[in-house]
DNA sequence: CGCGCTTCTGAAATCGTTTTCAGGATTATT
DNA sequence: AATAATCCTGAAAACGATTTCAGAAGCGCG
């Protein structure tokens, strides 16, 4: 087995070129090889170019094993998403990853399919792997991972939230607010019977703010959700359609339903048309996200938009600096934005609320 | 900087504990300790229990550096594909990452953005990474691509095709027989009125065998496809809806519009009910792929299904049995299904074909 | 009871880099 | 022109595992 080495054209296999060679070559120690790749700045400009020739010329890379094992750093990050389905975080992973590679950082991605073991599996597996950093999704882990995290020092940052528990940083947006605010702007429009479907796992702490976004909205509106008014579910149209028949069995009168996910609203806006009912006329419906699809459903969903490539690219940001040693901030904060499409009108009936000034 | 090390409840930091540790506390040397781990077999049962109970009990864990480095195996595999949005590609990324972990893998994810450039540049870091094994989606990768697989001697497989150019071994289905039968079906159904949207892009061969596929079958029942009856398009829902109007407005009597991929008919479905059309009453259509959306969108989407899950575990085998140096396949065909939903039926004119047996 | 054979174990070399340490060359200072 | 200071460069020692090679222990057999 001749581990290290590759074939030429004839199917024969030739010897991996290494810094050696490209020191003899180029009549210098490997040493001098070895900084001009990774401190250019302090070998004198005529001999590293002459070394860089060489090294282009015989096509040289350093194996990548010896490198970190020699400096302890791997070169490589990791995210561990809860999905690759519905594309929901595909735009902020693809974000990092232009970010990372400008700075010759690769990404691993990893789905932990919204299981917190398998999270911690994941992040072990990393970890051991040697990573340099790592990016969450959501602000709850489980005891094991702050530990691991802690017990580690692995520069971690948790996304698409504001705040996470265990002195993780984080950034992302403030979730609860935003759905204060889409709920602020129902009621506005003048609605009183609100129903939510919201995906609530424990290891999903942003559906949970968002929840409580709309129970704080309601309540401050003097408006009581009762339990059987919030629909729990997991992250498929499929619940959402479902969520919303059940929602509309027991709740009959309801005019405004809202969403923790554009998942769960696309899923209940079909179930809608399915019962006969016309979005927005007969009911309101609002999402959360503003995924590619929202826009092109009929009708255009209204939803809270955020700012995911950002997201993303902060994140980058964030673990290069923590890497490097630089100081980082604790936690970032960044805007949504509330989308208002076709989705939603004022409740059919005409008992509404007065308008409230906000 | 103290490199390996981690940090302790306290903050302070111990050095990372190494098999030499382990070896000494064990009181065997590090080799035994090495053997325990990779060749279990080899050391007498009651040492290598011994043995284990120091490692769990220190929670040792070999550096992969320094293993990858002496054992030119990295342990792990890469899976490049065209984007991570729409969540396309997830089911068989996510089969291929259980299945690989199972043995031990670790799965590196990476995405082209749909751009051979970008295809290759990933290509060249996770080899210089020292990967043991690449999955890549669709059998189309321009010639450096192929060169280096060759020079490098990296164990590669594709997927979702069912033959690769340049001896790449293959995955997956035949792209062109499934749209074939799926439009011999919709000429059964007595249409002859046809259009078809296609994302076209040099690197999707998936997309152009598919199109050949639907040529085929039509020219085969005498029907000709003008150019101006086949609209191309990227891989989003927008272009989608773009293309169906198009289509419609230079072809007005187009009773099947048949899609490469489900994106681009939920896409045409929705702007064909904007534009007062009924489906599947005025126009069928029909998608590729099967994605969740297909069966939950209105009406239920005609499509083709493809053995996702399936495909990823193949993928994930092929490439261990490559890597171990065991016999492999050059390629595998898995059967595809015709799902028929309710997105398409007979037209509504009267001058249909008679049906033609198949 | 002693010899040869098998089975395990340990010492040491090695994988390809990075980096410390010290020394040689070059320039600045007086 | 001599000495000090500055810059670069090379030799060699790690980094943490795996594996070869050879030797020690255990076994059966005559």
Redo the contacts between chains.
Sequence with gaps: ?D???????KGR?RPRVKIEDVAREANVSPATVSRVLNHPGIVRPELRDKVMRFITDLSY??????R??K??R?R?IGAIVP?????I???S??AL?NRL?ESGY??????S?YDQRREL?EMQ??I???IDGIVLVGGSHGRELRTLV????VPVITTYVSKAGGGIPAIGIDNERATREMTEFLLGLGHVRFGAIANILPSNDRSRARLDGIQRALSEAGIRLEPSQVIRADH???QG?KALRQLLTDHPGTTAVICTTDTLAI?AM?EA??MGLNVPRAVSITGFDDV??AA???PPLTTISIPAAEIGRGAADYLISAIAGRPVPKSVLLPYRLVVRSSTASPPKADRLPKRPR
């Design positions: 087995m581990k290290k080495s590759i074939a030429d054209p296999s890379t350093p194996d990548s094993a010896a970190a094992l400096s302890g791997m490589t999905t690759l389905g519905l594309g975080f595909a735009e992973v693809e990853q590679s690769t990404l691993f991605i990893a789905n399919q599996q597996s990393l051991e792997r040697g802690e017990q580690t020092g498929s149209l499929a359609r899923g079909t048309r399915k590619e699809l092109q459903v009929d």
